[in-house]
């Protein structure tokens, strides 16, 4: 017998050295959800944050628990930190992973069976609080900032990225609040159906040129 005969999964697999936020691949998302490895001191953090995430969930109108919202994630470097909060955003929002080999479909929160937790009760809250999706912004600051910017620097990062997820201009705040105030009118698509009848091109391409 051969060592690589000893292990389940073929041991010259590619595997990611380290996770990244914007690393979002098939292969790469049903691997780091197939492979994750649930210790007993990553079981603890999970039913922590879904004790606090269902509470909030449970009595969202309570501010005595959605004021005081919030989780601080810290360890050393390689402790996991960034593999662990990229898993909690696949739950929350309940991604559909797809094993690009086999073409099988998987929601994220059935790669989390007995055989990965052993504690019932965290299964539970993990499929209670999955039941239903969330919005998920996924993002490294570092790749998002602009290094222009030093003044209110991580407040203009949160607000590009809020912006992108919403499919407004990221880099033009001024862009996205015309774009939000179109929305709010029930006339951002007639705008664009005109500029691109006008223009021969798409508003999401074109702006561009009227952000500078």
Known sequence: MKINELFLKPIDRPINGVIKADQMDEASVWQEL?????????SDY??????SYLAAIDKPNDAAITERMGVWVSGFFGSGKSHFIKILS?????LEAHNPLT????????????QKI??????GDIQRATKDTADVILFNIDAKADSKLDRDAILQVFLRVFNEKLGFSSDAPHVAEMERYL??????????????ESNGSSWNKERDAVEK
């Not at 696949?90 to 309940?94: A, C, D, R």
């Not at 073409?103 to 007995?114: C, I, P, S, T």
């Not at 929305?183 to 691109?196: C, I, L, M, N, R």
Request: charged share 35%; proline share 0%; aromatic share 18%.
């Open 183 to 196: 929305v709010s009118k029930g006339a951002y698509d007639t705008f664009k159906t005109a500029f691109a």
């Open 118 to 123: 052993k504690d019932i009760m965290l299964m």
């Open 90 to 94: 696949y739950l929350l929002e309940n």
């Open 103 to 114: 073409g099988e479909k998987r929601k994220a929160n059935l790669f989390f069976d007995k």
């Open 46 to 51: 999970l039913g922590k944050f879904f004790d």
């Open 34 to 42: 197939e492979e994750y490895v649930v210790t007993k001191q990553i």
